[in-house]
């Protein structure tokens, strides 16, 4: 990230996609910075100050946030599987400490939803990219926002079986590209000679995991809470 000749930072791809409404703005190095464009082709990204409060995300190795493999080895930890290193007695106290807090978003039994008043979510442990994957395909049960993280998407708050059920029949074989915003295909190299929807979609690709995004869908489900 630029403002004028300043390199700010780095953020994550993803974060330059997502639908926004109104001007996109960031969080980085402690202050929030607005969007005024994006070079694709150079990987870089310019901004300016901006007083409205900005989103910050954590970047990893993966384009777009954590990968698959990453929160399926957080989702193991929380399990009980332990690290094959030496720990500190402060990183074990960290570890039951972690187990404990999140013992209602995993099961060795399958994926877990849980249900906490109108907050509904479900745990894939799938990663920032197959997710994006999950919610864009199952409209019809995720909450009309289509709100996710790393390790969970949040599910419409009257999700019963019977809805879920429904809602993911066949779903690994109708697989949908996550949704961009149009603003970000400015600075897309040959942008300009495909029709908008072709060069949307060519994004759409490059952020996207479907090989895990169609595993998660066939892992068993336990609703909790």
């Known amino acids: 990230m630029l403002s004028g000749r300043r390199e700010i930072g780095r953020t994550d791809p993803m974060l330059l996609t997502e639908k ?85 978003s995993v099961h060795p039994g399958g994926l877990v939803i849980s249900r906490d008043g ?44 019977d809805i879920w059920r429904s809602g993911v029949t066949d779903a690994a074989e109708r697989l949908c590209l996550p949704d961009v915003d149009e603003r970000a295909l400015r600075g897309l190299k040959f942008s300009e000679a495909l029709p908008e929807r072709l060069a949307m979609a060519t994004l759409a690709a490059r952020l996207a995991d479907l090989e895990n995004a169609a595993a998660v869908l066939d892992e068993p489900v336990r609703f909790m809470g």
């Not at 994006?38 to 990893?60: N, T, Y």
């Not at 080895?73 to 094959?84: H, I, N, T």
């Open 20 to 104: 926004v409404a109104g001007p996109r703005v960031l969080l980085l190095a402690g202050r929030n910075w607005r969007v005024t464009w994006i070079d694709w082709k150079r990987r870089r990204c310019f901004v300016e100050p901006s007083d409205l409060p900005g989103k910050a995300r954590w970047f990893g190795a993966a384009v777009g946030g954590t990968s698959f493999e990453l929160s399926r080895a957080c989702r193991s930890v929380l399990l009980g599987e332990s690290p094959e290193v030496e720990l500190t007695d402060r990183a074990v106290r960290g570890l039951a400490e972690a187990r404990d807090d999140d013992v209602g």
């Open 118 to 161: 109108e907050d509904v979510r479900w745990w894939t442990w799938a990663g920032y990219r197959a997710n994006a994957v999950l919610a864009a395909t199952l409209a019809g049960v995720t909450d009309e926002k289509q709100r996710f993280q790393d390790d969970w998407i949040r599910l419409r708050s009257d999700l019963t079986r």
